[in-house]
């Protein structure tokens, strides 16, 4: 990602499939191909773990690592959501609730988190964890759970179901452009737009608007897009990515 000059669409094939739920992008073939012909735009941040790998959406340090560490161990390809129901189990016996540090813009903001979501975007899997998160504000927002235990994340769980979550006074949810993640203990995994991606420590920077990125027209409106008529795009690409063979890239369609 990053190459201002290809827009990217993206189709939804995914299990969890948050992208195409933020930005609201069709599943219907024929609806797909007409947005990519209607050809608005909007200019999105993503953000990455330094050093590591960029992401679009969101890094998890808690509880869904650890089920997303679990994961990885078995997985063989693509997956489906009951292919969770394992590793949920495994980290529901093993976890141990280790204390996680978390400083926004060089500030400390909690020195014992039990659970914390950084995100680009305000879908996260099938709950709405940052609701305040706007993909195009150049910053990330932090939704930071403190208490640790089961009961405590049953209670999270719940009132991220029901946009509530933010009113919980154990909650913190504060927005950067630099967040770093830290422990005391050994071998705390993260997930980064659902993957395993690696341990703590973390560094996390937003990246303003790196992407073009292709939506619906009422999307474009409503998050300050343009429209770019198709001949533009494909000079564009033609400019910076020639394809082999002489055809013109017209989209990087990402398949997630
Ligand atoms: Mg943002």
Redesign the pocket.
């Known amino acids: 990602m990053g190459d201002q000059g290809v827009p990217i669409a993206v189709y939804s094939t995914g299990t969890a499939n948050c992208i195409g739920k933020e930005f609201e992008i069709p599943r219907n073939p024929e609806l797909f191909c007409r947005m990519i012909d209607d050809a608005h735009t909007i200019t999105l ?1 993503v953000a990455e773990v330094v050093g590591r790998r960029r992401f679009h959406s969101f890094v998890g340090v808690g509880f869904d690592a650890k089920v997303v560490e679990e994961l990885a161990k078995h997985r063989t390809g693509a997956i489906v959501m009951s292919a969770y129901a394992r590793p949920i189990l495994t980290a529901l016996r093993s976890y141990a609730w280790p204390k996680v540090a978390v400083e926004v813009d060089g500030e400390e903001v909690c020195r014992e988190a039990s659970f914390v979501i950084v ?3 305000r879908n996260y899997a099938i709950m709405e964890a940052a609701p305040a ?9 932090v939704c930071i759970f403190q208490k640790p235990g089961w009961f405590a994340l049953a209670r999270y769980a719940l009132g991220a179901f029901t946009r509530t979550h933010t009113k919980d006074r154990d909650v913190i949810y504060v ?1 950067g452009r630099r967040v770093r993640l830290s422990t005391a203990a050994d071998g705390v995994p993260l997930q980064v737009d659902g993957d395993q991606g690696g341990y703590l420590p973390a560094d996390l920077r ?1 990246i303003p608007g790196a992407v073009r990125f292709v939506v619906p027209a009422h999307v474009a409106r409503r998050l300050g897009g343009s429209r770019t008529p198709l001949e533009r795009l494909h000079r564009r690409g033609s400019r910076r990515a020639p394809a082999p063979g002489g055809a013109t890239p017209r989209h990087h369609a990402v398949v997630a």
């Open positions: 941040d995100s680009n975007i998160a706007l993909a195009t504000d150049g910053l990330l927002d927005q937003v």
